[in-house]
């Protein structure tokens, strides 16, 4: 049995790392103050993640503190803290699920089809959670009011265990349409949460579970800045800051292949934004993006230069591949015209370059591309 003594480091120990942990949460949250507003989907979830995280670290402190301790309530107050922690590990577990699902595939109407049935383990844990104010299921309460867990504690962690394996295998199998940006920050995110969880389970007494998710929040934080400046918000494509970079970086490695671009532009754009309105236009701009982003792959590097202009970078083996390529968008958006059902229809005007390694710079290659991209542009009007 420990001592007297090893209980109170032990608690001092519990206090300062969940302190810890929603210090993170509040200077996250405080930096964070005027993005955390933004009408985004995947923003708001977020920002109720980061909350919930801060929320949690203190009323897991408190639970702790009231353990083993007599007052008025006492034994009511301890299950209390203890359902609210059990059920918050599966109702956060699924909004961690449904915000890899939105960064993946940024579709409500997916999340509502999809996760209305995902979120029933959840619920149920829920329930479950809250009957143990009552009932011994997850853990018991003593009359000395001293907390211990039951057998089915391992259903809480296994239940949240196989919501995080589901957006692990989310990630897997889209790993050759998923933004390459989006892997890293999951990674970093999940990591210390695993770490944490699975050693707070096999060493009682010990609590790193909500601080590891604050460490897992600040990671996935710190990247999702550095996606800010690589990342064009409306498009998710690549900034034309960042295409910059890459082309600057690229230009100094050697590889088997040579560096083939393409730069795109909207055909009759202005038209989508004077009859139908900016809104529709944001729309055109987005399923654009999404729509190269899917003919792109993992095997190009697609960015918005300006406007409605985009410039796809990728490594090939010739020109033949190049027009290929080109054929490969021009067939993939006749498919979308077909299929999406949108007020407006999409075509390209584009423009290709092969980098010369040695007399090219960043520049030089990207005026190559649009003086091509623009000599189509006038040829289609000269046919119209």
């Known amino acids: 049995m420990p001592g007297k003594d090893d209980m109170v480091l032990n608690l001092q120990a519990i206090v300062t790392a969940n302190i810890i942990g929603a210090s993170l949460m509040i200077m996250l949250l405080i930096s964070n103050r005027t993005s955390s507003r933004h009408l985004f989907f995947d923003e708001k979830l977020f920002y109720f993640m980061a909350v919930m995280t801060f929320l949690l670290c203190t009323v897991e402190t408190l639970s702790f503190v009231v353990d083993g301790r007599r007052f008025f309530m006492d034994i009511f107050v301890n299950r209390l803290l203890n359902s609210f922690l059990f059920a918050s590990n599966a109702a956060f577990a699924f909004l961690w699920t449904a915000y890899v699902d939105y960064k993946l595939f940024e ?3 997916r999340l509502r089809r999809i996760y209305t049935k ?3 383990p959840a619920a149920v844990m829920c329930v479950l959670s809250f009957l143990n104010l009552k009932f011994d299921i997850f853990f018991t309460v003593s009359d000395s009011n001293v907390y211990s867990r039951t057998q089915a504690v391992g259903l809480a962690y296994a239940v949240t265990y196989c919501y995080m394996f589901y957006s692990v295998m989310l990630v897997y199998l889209c790993r050759k349409r998923i933004r390459k940006y989006l892997f890293m920050p999951i990674a970093l995110f999940m990591v210390p949460i695993f770490i944490g969880s699975l050693f707070q389970y096999f060493f009682y007494g010990v609590s790193l579970t909500w601080v590891s998710v604050a460490v897992g929040v600040v990671a996935l934080y710190i990247n999702l800045q550095n996606e800010a400046a690589a990342i064009d918000a409306l498009t998710g494509l690549y900034s034309r800051q960042y295409l910059k970079k890459y082309l600057a970086q690229r ?3 050697q590889r088997n ?3 083939g671009g393409i730069m795109l532009d909207i055909d009759l754009f202005k038209q989508i934004n004077d009859t139908l ?6 729309r055109a701009l987005q399923d654009v993006g999404r729509l190269l982003r899917e003919t792109s792959g993992s095997a190009a590097f697609a960015a918005r230069y300006a406007g409605d202009e ?3 970078l990728l490594e090939v083996s010739g020109e033949i591949e190049m027009l290929a390529f ?34 090219d710079t960043a520049d030089s290659f990207l005026s190559r591309m649009d003086k091509a991209m623009y000599a189509e542009k006038r040829r289609k009007m000269a046919v119209r």
């Open 107 to 109: 579709s409500s109407e």
């Open 118 to 120: 995902l979120s029933v």
């Open 251 to 253: 230009s100094e490695r």
């Open 257 to 259: 292949g040579v560096l």
């Open 277 to 282: 309105g900016h809104t529709v236009g944001d």
């Open 310 to 312: 985009f410039v796809i």
């Open 326 to 359: 080109m054929d490969r968008i021009r067939e993939r958006t006749m498919s979308f015209n077909s299929e999406a059902q949108r007020p407006y229809s999409i075509s390209f005007s584009m423009g290709y370059a092969i980098y010369g390694s040695g007399k």
